[in-house]
């Protein structure tokens, strides 16, 4: 409710309590105590009128790099603003940098739920305009939340619909609807892989592709959309697809069924240093895991992961408070992980591989 509160407040400032509950809906007396209990966020004046507390944070990105995932990640200091009670909360993009697919995804992730959250989020492309025309070539602005400020100009969205399609190396940022997904996405990601990777690939890429895509959609339990898309690197011969929902997450859906379906799994997520890494290493490993009683589910990711070996291929699981990154190589497969980043909601999956001629012979 606190986030209903502060977008009703951010477009409704000084409003006394009796209308807040009015046009929210809610119970008079359950608002008041909210609004009392969290001094740090509302202030109220000599009239018993309610606004938010002004303040705000920026958090920058660039020079002249490639930005990653990771730079996205080593970005914040402190608490994520969706913990904090800045209202405001303002992304620098630097000129020269050059974002690539896995950093945008978080980003636009990010800026998405702040503004569901109730706050207010402000893009600045002031200095490098080449990243600005960009991401709206791949559809950037096309799923980002209307409400966000973009500077100088927010950009029409003309490019991306006017190039749409035309490249196999590209497929623009697509909505995910948790209620209705779109069946063409996996298919559409399978045929860019297939076209730049070459057609040895193009079953194994579909299998991985639409398991990574079931496994968002059916662990994702929000109203928020989700989004996907593509990207082909040519100089570094590598591809990236990203796919991200805005819900509880994989672990967030598991952890709540482990306990009685899969208690050896749950003793393993006890003695462990990080339990939501324990069950995500866990199903990679061993896979079976699900929260619906069907057989053959749940073994998807480790079915992917499998399939992801032949190509040398990474993929890194982003949930709310961590990450997983699973390497494959010639040698085998390691996990890697990183703990006690900025709450972000919902699983953000990123699969890279390079493209290379070892990967064709493990294929034979």
Request: glycine residues 8%.
């Amino acid at each position: 409710m606190l986030g209903q509160i502060s977008e009703f407040l951010t477009q409704n400032p000084k409003s006394k309590a009796r209308t807040i509950a009015s046009r929210l809906a809610v119970d008079k007396s359950e608002l008041n105590r909210l609004l009392h209990d969290n001094k740090d966020k509302f202030e109220q004046d000599e009239e018993f009128r309610w606004s938010i507390i002004n303040s705000s944070c920026s958090i920058e990105f660039g020079g002249a790099t490639w930005l990653t995932a990771e730079h996205f990640e080593n970005a914040f200091s402190d608490n994520s603003p969706l913990d904090t009670s800045h209202t405001s909360v303002i992304f620098i993009l630097k000129d020269g940098c050059k974002p690539m697919l896995d950093f945008i995804g978080r980003l636009l992730a990010f800026c998405n739920q702040l503004v569901s959250a109730g706050k207010k989020v402000t893009l600045d492309f002031e200095g490098p305009k080449s990243a600005l025309s960009y991401l709206d070539r791949i559809g950037f602005f096309d799923v980002l939340n209307e409400n966000i400020e973009v500077l100088p100009k927010r950009p029409s969205g003309n490019r991306s619909k006017a190039y749409k399609g035309n490249n196999d190396g590209v497929i623009e940022f697509r909505m995910i609807d948790p209620i209705a997904p779109d069946a063409e996405i996996p298919k559409l990601l399978q045929h860019s892989f297939v076209s730049c990777g070459g057609q040895s690939r193009s079953q194994s890429m579909f299998t991985v592709l639409a398991e990574l895509y079931g496994n968002v959609i059916e662990h994702s339990q929000t109203t928020l959309p989700g989004f996907a898309g593509l990207q082909f690197y040519p100089k570094a011969k590598k591809i990236q697809t990203v796919i991200s929902d805005n819900g509880l997450g994989i672990v967030g859906t598991l952890s709540q069924v482990v306990p009685q379906k899969y208690p050896h799994v749950a003793l393993l997520m006890a003695a462990a240093e990080h339990p939501g890494v324990a069950l995500l290493t866990e199903i990679f490993k061993v896979g079976a895991l699900s929260q619906v009683n069907s057989d053959g589910r749940g073994l998807g990711l480790k079915l992917s992961g499998q399939i992801a070996e032949k190509f040398s291929a990474r993929i890194s699981i982003r949930q709310s408070n961590f990450e997983l990154m699973v390497n494959y190589d010639r040698h085998g497969v390691n996990f890697d992980h990183h703990l006690n980043l900025p709450y972000l909601a919902g699983t953000h999956i990123c699969f890279e591989f390079k493209l290379d001629a070892s990967c064709d012979s493990r294929l034979n």
